[in-house]
């Protein structure tokens, strides 16, 4: 299967900011794994809306949407958060 | 240890100071604004210097009617922020009121608590009233890093004291600038006579939660404190650039709009010019180092 090119430009985005990865796995946690952390998540949000042309709702009961390239993109790709 | 014994009775000594003040200048801010029922819109809503195209071409390039949308934005953004941030800093001061390790601080942390709420209304209000909304709060609300206790609270009280000093050098100079409503001045003027109070105390206290862990961590430990508090510092300035508020001013391309401002020399510049009294007292005090990178 062709891998959306939007999601390359996530994964582009997480391993330019860890260049110790090689590479992300579909459900490697983003969360757990600190290649997002508290510090950097906003700016990650921005990179999102900028990505899906619409503003998202990052909340603490949205988390789980942005904790791997798999629920990004089933949630925020292709999904409406 | 003689260190540690002469920050306790600073410490001490400034809080009988603050708390003191704290009583012989409180005020009923419910009573205090006079708030009229609308702004002009054609207005500057913040000085023009503090915004976030100042030095930068934009801020010639767009019309005058245009920068003053924009300032009117990013005041509401700016104390939108205010209204997070203070919500954030209650959670935490709340938590740790009347608990071991904190029973000197415990009495101011009851003042502490009363002026914030009474700031975090004030700076709704004035949200409400004239921009008809609070900014969203995008940044993390769930616990992503966690630390050893003593850590956190050094953390904590890091993260407060480096708003509280971001949001006054804002306060200070808009509630100065005559140029300005009088309910904008008098918003961030007061707000600066209460902050000045909290920004004391919170540097006795990072000076002091400091100063308890370090025998007690290695060296790569407290280098993760202060990789992490360079970070914060940059994070911080970068969240005054605000997509949404380009976007509520008529910007066509706000992402890409908030990208060259923050890329520009300028406006590292200016980054820089908000953070430097904080960053000096953190480096002053060892607890970050100096070679850190906060363009």
Known sequence: MTEDPRLASVKDWLLSRKP???????????????????????EFVFFLEELTGRELQAT????????????IQKEILDGSL | ??????????????????????????????????WPDELPEAQWWMSPGLMTVAGTPYAEELSETQLMALSKWESIHFYSLNVHGIRELLLEVVKRIHT?????????????????????????TF??????????????????????????????????????????YFNLRIGRDESL?????????????????????????????????????PQEKLQEVD?????????????????????????????????ELLEHPGRREHNAKILKRTVDFFTHNGIISEQADLR
């Open chain 2, 227 to 259: 990789q992490y508090l360079s970070r914060y510092l940059l994070a911080s300035v970068q969240s005054l650039y605000s997509p949404a508020v380009y976007r509520d001013a008529g910007v066509p391309d706000p992402y890409r709009f908030r990208t």
């Open chain 2, 1 to 34: 240890m003689p260190q540690t014994s002469t920050r306790t009775s600073s410490i001490e000594q400034t809080l009988d100071r603050i708390i003191g003040m704290s009583i012989d200048t409180y005020y009923n801010p419910y009573k205090t604004f006079q």
């Open chain 2, 127 to 168: 949200c409400l009233k004239y921009g008809g909304k609070i900014y969203v709060d995008k940044k993390a609300k769930w616990a992503i890093d966690s630390v050893e206790p003593d850590i956190e609270s050094l953390l904590v009280f890091s993260r407060i004291l480096i708003f509280e000093e971001i949001v006054d």
């Open chain 1, 20 to 42: 110790e990865l090689a590479d992300l796995d579909l459900d490697f946690d983003l969360i757990e794994n600190r290649v997002i952390d508290s510090l950097s998540f906003l």
């Open chain 2, 100 to 124: 071991p390790g904190f029973e000197k601080e415990s009495e101011f942390f009851h003042h502490f608590v009363g002026e914030e709420n009474e700031h975090m209304w004030f700076f709704a």
């Open chain 1, 60 to 71: 603490a009961e949205t988390v789980n949407a942005f904790r791997s390239l798999h629920s």
């Open chain 2, 181 to 217: 409503h009088p309910i904008i001045r008098q918003v961030n003027s007061i707000h600066h006579q209460d902050e000045s109070r909290h920004i004391t105390f919170g540097r006795e206290i990072v000076k002091q939660l400091f100063d308890q862990l370090t025998p007690k961590h």
